[in-house]
Each structure stands twice: as structure tokens, then as C-alpha cells.
């Protein structure tokens, strides 16, 4: 009992220290320099630095850290996050790990934003003197590429203490979805109640962008409770979850082929501004069909004209290739065929064909053929029986049932004639019995 009791003390001391000292991690990040407009730098433009981060802040004081020889002392920031949106534990991975989180910090400078929806929330005027102050804007995505963060802090001019003022989240950097389904794009943020940029409201705003082009799918003014432009069908947020815990999650609720895209998700205070974007991929395999099926009879040695279509698939990306499975079990790999070009269907899904003229001269007595469709969305194969009559080379099995075969029609044969022979025997005895008796009637 006494040594159950000292282990529980003894976890329990552990877990403690580990709360108050090893949430948080140490951040290494690459601080990247303002450019300087006209002429030519030839420095480097960006410096390694540092985030020490904490839940608390007095759980740190910047005089007692020393900085790593390969890092500037002014590239050590002190970070107090009490939400503990940095203290993630997939941005701190375990040592002696290779995988390490991402993480970019740029300078930023606070300015009325010049979009529509946001404008609202800087019209009251609001003391300069807390935007005079050293911004910094950080990027960071954890180290198994799972969740992406955007993290705007304040420090005091002059000072190395930031407090975080703003962070957006998304943990659903890629997303792969069939069509037709529902799909949740996750985005969710924390502002600073002590500070006065969280006053006056906040704005949402989801944008599309797929190979340069980009278009507005969904703006909410927080301010006033308002959508005020949705330009997908069927795109939506919960508004009660937005305002109760800053979720402002995209809602679509069916999945279509042009909704394959990046989307980025921003999130405005006055003055500030935060954004991550995450991927979405539409991802449906291929439905298959072989014509024609089932394969006629065909003589070994003739050539059979066989075609698979794929269809209902998205994206592109589709490998289409033919196999033979013998009657021995062995598979034959026949190639991709003659290829078709890719044709949309009106729900944007694509088509593809592949023509196959098979040889049969080598497949043997019988088998298999089938056409298999690699795709992102999984793998597809359709098949067909194939029998070929003339073989030049019968195997032992069936040189065995032509022999028994053989026998059997020669015995059958045999037996028949046996029967004859008897008959006429009898006939002949009868006749000469007859002829005989005839005699002795004649002749007395």
C-alpha cells in the first residue's frame, strides 16, 4: 500500500511539472525581412529565430533565456498564447524527430481594410496608440501537415513580449470527399477579449482559386448578422457556432467536381487581417464495362475485338490496362490497349475507352480477361470469360476423356455386333433343324 501510494504521488508531481513546463513548445521559426524597394541586396533575407511560447505571462521572462549560437538574440520573441492555439501538440514533435512544424513569421503593419465587408468595423476611430506597436504575423503547419495556423501578435515598441491577439485554425489542410457527399472545410478563430480591436465586430470571407482563377464563395458581416454575398449554391456556415466559438466552418453540403480547388479562409478584425487556406479534392473512381459480354466462341489463332469504357470519374488521373488470368492461375499483364481522348459528362466526371484486339493464338484453352482502372479514388476491375475451341495441343485431361471416350463407343460397338452374331445363329440352327425335319418328312 505505501509503495501504490508514493507511485501515485510520484505521477502525479510528473504530470504537474509536465503541464506547467512542457505544454508549450519551442518554436523555430524563419523571420523573412522586409524588402527594401530598388537596387539590389545581395544579403540573405531571412534570419532563424525563435518562439518561446506560454500559456501564461509570467511563465517567462525574456533576460532568462540565452540565444543559440546560430540564432540573433533579436530573433527571440516570448510569446503568451492563453488560449493555447501554439501550444498544439502536433507542433511540437518528439525529440530527435527529422519532422519539425513550418513556421514563417513576417512583419506586419496594421491598416484599415479597403474590402466592403470589412470596411464597417473600422469606422469608429480607435487609438493609435495601441496599433504603435511591433506587429508580427506568423505562419506555422504542424509537422504531420494536418492543421495550419495564422497567428497575429503585439508587442510593445521595442520589447520582445507579444501577447497573441489573433489566430485562425483549420484542420482539414487536405480534404478529399466522393461526389455527392457533404463536406466540412474546418476554420475556426480566437481573438483577445482585452483587446479593443475585438469591440467592434469581426468578418468572414471564403474565396476558390483553382489553376489562377478565383472567385468569392461566401462573406459574412459578423457586425450586423448579415451574409452578404454567397455565390455557391448550397455553401453555408453555423452561424450559432460562430459566434458561440468563433467556428466558421464551410459548410457544402454535396460535393461537386468544381468544388476541386483551394480554399482560404480570412477572418478580419478591424485592422488586422488573418487567412489559412486549406485543399479540396473531389475524388470519384471510375465505374467499368467491358463490351462485348459475354465474348462469343472463338477459334485459337483468331483475333477478338474487345472494348472497356471507364466512366464517372474525377479527376483526370486514370491508368487503364488489360489482363489475361489463365485456367493455370497465371496473369498476363496485355498493356493499356488503344487509349480514347477524355470526354466531360454534364455533371463534370470524364469518360475514357481503351480497344483491345486480342490475339488469342498464346492464351491457351481458356480464361480470363480483364480490364483494371487505377485511380486516386481506388482501383476497379471488370471481367470477362473467355473459351477458344481447336486447340493443336489438348491437355492430359483431356487426352484422357477422349480415351475413355474412345473405349467406351468400342465397347458399345462390340456389344452390338455380339448381339447380331447370336441372332443369326439361331436362325441358321432353325433353318437347318427345319430342313432336316423336312427331309425325314419327305423321305419317311
Not at 495601441?130 to 501537415?145: E, G, I, N, P
Not at 483553382?210 to 456556415?237: P, W
Not at 490497349?337 to 454534364?346: I, V
Amino acid at each position: 500500500f505505501f509503495l501504490l501510494c508514493t507511485l501515485v504521488k510520484i505521477a502525479t508531481l510528473l504530470f504537474v511539472y509536465g503541464s506547467a513546463h512542457g505544454s508549450c513548445p519551442v518554436l523555430e521559426c524563419w523571420f523573412m525581412k522586409e524588402k527594401v524597394s530598388g537596387g539590389l541586396s545581395g544579403g540573405p533575407n531571412q534570419d532563424k529565430s525563435l518562439l518561446y511560447v506560454h500559456k501564461h505571462a509570467d511563465s517567462h521572462r525574456a533576460e532568462s533565456h540565452d540565444a543559440p549560437l546560430e540564432v540573433n538574440p533579436d530573433r527571440l520573441y516570448f510569446v503568451t498564447d492563453p488560449a493555447a492555439t501554439l501550444c498544439h501538440r502536433s507542433l511540437n514533435p518528439r525529440r530527435g524527430s527529422s519532422n519539425k512544424p513550418m513556421c514563417e513569421i513576417n512583419p506586419l503593419h496594421p491598416q484599415p481594410s479597403t474590402l466592403e465587408l470589412a470596411v464597417p468595423l473600422t469606422e469608429p476611430a480607435l487609438s493609435p496608440i495601441y496599433l504603435h506597436a511591433d506587429w508580427l504575423s506568423t505562419a506555422l503547419q504542424s509537422f504531420d501537415k494536418t492543421m495550419s495556423i495564422s497567428a497575429i501578435t503585439r508587442a510593445p515598441t521595442g520589447t520582445k513580449e507579444h501577447d497573441v491577439i489573433l489566430t485562425l485554425t483549420t484542420k482539414t489542410v487536405l480534404v478529399q470527399s466522393r461526389l455527392g457527399a457533404p463536406v466540412l472545410l474546418d476554420c475556426s478563430f480566437w481573438a483577445d477579449p482585452s483587446s479593443p480591436l475585438t469591440g467592434t465586430g469581426f468578418a468572414v470571407e471564403w474565396r476558390y482559386q483553382f489553376r489562377g482563377d478565383g472567385r468569392l464563395v461566401l462573406a459574412y458581416d459578423g457586425k450586423s448578422d448579415r451574409l452578404s454575398h454567397t455565390g455557391e449554391e448550397g455553401a453555408t456556415l453555423d452561424f450559432e457556432a460562430l459566434h458561440g466559438r468563433g467556428n466558421a466552418s464551410l459548410i457544402l453540403q454535396e460535393a461537386k467536381v468544381h468544388h476541386s480547388g483551394i480554399y482560404i479562409c480570412s477572418v478580419y478584425l478591424p485592422y488586422l487581417q488573418a487567412q489559412v487556406a486549406m485543399e479540396l479534392q473531389v475524388v470519384e473512381p471510375p465505374s467499368l464495362s467491358i463490351h462485348p459480354s459475354p465474348l462469343p466462341l472463338t477459334a485459337q489463332g483468331q483475333t477478338i475485338n474487345i472494348q472497356c469504357e471507364a466512366s464517372g470519374f474525377a479527376p483526370l488521373s486514370l491508368d487503364l490496362h488489360w489482363e489475361f488470368k489463365g485456367a493455370d492461375g497465371n496473369t498476363k499483364v496485355l498493356g493499356s490497349g488503344s487509349l480514347s481522348s477524355h470526354r466531360q459528362l454534364w455533371d463534370g466526371t470524364y469518360t475514357q475507352s481503351s480497344r483491345l484486339e486480342l490475339d488469342t493464338a498464346d492464351l491457351g484453352r481458356a480464361g480470363e480477361v480483364a480490364c483494371v482502372g487505377v485511380h486516386p479514388g481506388g482501383t476497379r476491375r471488370v471481367s470477362v470469360e473467355i473459351n477458344l475451341i481447336g486447340f493443336s495441343s489438348p491437355s492430359i485431361e483431356d487426352s484422357m476423356a477422349m480415351v475413355g471416350v474412345a473405349l467406351v463407343l468400342y465397347g458399345l460397338i462390340k456389344l452390338v455386333s455380339w448381339s447380331f452374331s447370336g441372332s443369326g445363329n439361331n436362325k441358321t440352327s432353325i433353318m437347318w433343324n427345319g430342313g432336316k425335319e423336312k427331309w425325314r418328312f419327305l423321305c419317311g
